[in-house]
Nanobody, 117 residues
Framework: VQLQESGPGLVKPSQALSLTCTASGDSDTTSYSDWSWIRQPPGKGLEWMGAIASSGSTYYSPSLKSRTSISRDTSKNQFSLQLSSVTPEDTVVYYC??????????WGQGTQVTVSS
């Protein structure tokens, strides 16, 4: 399974960031248990942002919950992230990850997003 993040690399402050992760290499991804967005600020560790489960339930980091929305389009093997009211502190690398089983997950290569006017 390959994951590819896509979206604008540059977003203006106060605007919304929208990213999409497309999974390829598996014709049936509906059973994947967890579809997550994770980000990494420069020089810092990974920060889990939120996830959507195979049931469609969503879970968000408390620190980002008010600004984050995750959705999924199973027909396209895609899931998306929307982060509203971005600031320069949201200038980080964003990763998507899917959990297939408890011992198998896949990560996208990551996409750099810069928030700047």
């Amino acid at each position: 399974v390959q994951l590819q993040e896509s979206g604008p690399g540059l977003v203006k402050p106060s605007q919304a960031l929208s990213l999409t992760c497309t999974a390829s290499g598996d014709s049936d991804t509906t059973s994947y248990s967890d579809w997550s967005w994770i980000r990494q600020p420069p020089g810092k560790g990974l920060e889990w942002m939120g996830a959507i489960a195979s049931s469609g339930s969503t879970y968000y980091s408390p620190s980002l919950k008010s600004r984050t929305s995750i959705s999924r389009d199973t027909s396209k093997n895609q899931f998306s992230l929307q982060l509203s009211s971005v600031t320069p502190e949201d200038t980080v690398v964003y990763y998507c990850r899917v959990v297939v089983t408890t011992v198998l997950d896949y990560w996208g290569q990551g996409t750099q997003v810069t928030v700047s006017s």
